[in-house]
Every structure is written in structure tokens, then in C-alpha cells.
């Protein structure tokens, strides 16, 4: 947390209605999380068709896309987020979990 009680990173995910790619993406991101930023995180999942004006907001060309809102820079990751590493390093997020970085 930070001094101000927030989680050090927000994440957005916004996804089209309840589709299996949509499934598939807060799957693969909640695994991710608690893999790697566990108790550090506080992610949003956004419908598009329910929330157009946060999407045309954040310029959402495509779904799913993640959103690193916070901290900055933005970054965003658009696909099913499958591929943890590529996702971590293209949000410039810490890599190695908490468990590995004390065997080293």
C-alpha cells in the first residue's frame, strides 16, 4: 500500500461483454497478479458495451486491453494476456515473484 492507502498499481482491464476471450483475459490477469504483485494491486474489469465513455476515454481500439494505469507511465496490452512475462515486461512491472526474489 501506499501512504495514502492505495494499492502501488492499478490496473484496468476492459473487455467485450462475456465472451470466452473476455473469460480467458481476467483469468490469465488475476493469475498474474497473484503471482506477481500479490496484495499490491487494484485491478478494474470494464465492459466496453456497458462503459463506452471509459473506453472511448482511454482510446480502447480493441478487447481485451489492459490498462496500467497507475504507477506512470500508461501502459496498455491488448490480447488475451496469456503470455505472463510479455505482459509484465510491456507493462514495465516487476518480474520475478516475491518467492523467487528470496532465493536469490
Known amino acids: 500500500m501506499t501512504a ?7 490496473l484496468r482491464l476492459f473487455v467485450a461483454g462475456n465472451t470466452i476471450r473476455s473469460r480467458r483475459a481476467i483469468e490469465n490477469l488475476r493469475a498474474l497478479c497473484a503471482e506477481h504483485l500479490p496484495g499490491q494491486v487494484s485491478l478494474e474489469v470494464v465492459d466496453i458495451h456497458q462503459q463506452p465513455v471509459l473506453a472511448e476515454r482511454h482510446q480502447i481500439v480493441a478487447a481485451p486491453t489492459l490498462v496500467k494505469v497507475r504507477p ?4 496498455h496490452v491488448v490480447g488475451d494476456l496469456s503470455q505472463p512475462e510479455r505482459v509484465l515486461c ?14 536469490a
Do not use: N
Open 90 to 103: 510491456a507493462l514495465d512491472l516487476p518480474t520475478a515473484s516475491p518467492a523467487q526474489d528470496q532465493d
Open 4 to 10: 495514502d492507502g492505495a494499492s502501488p498499481y492499478q
Open 72 to 75: 506512470l507511465p500508461t501502459r
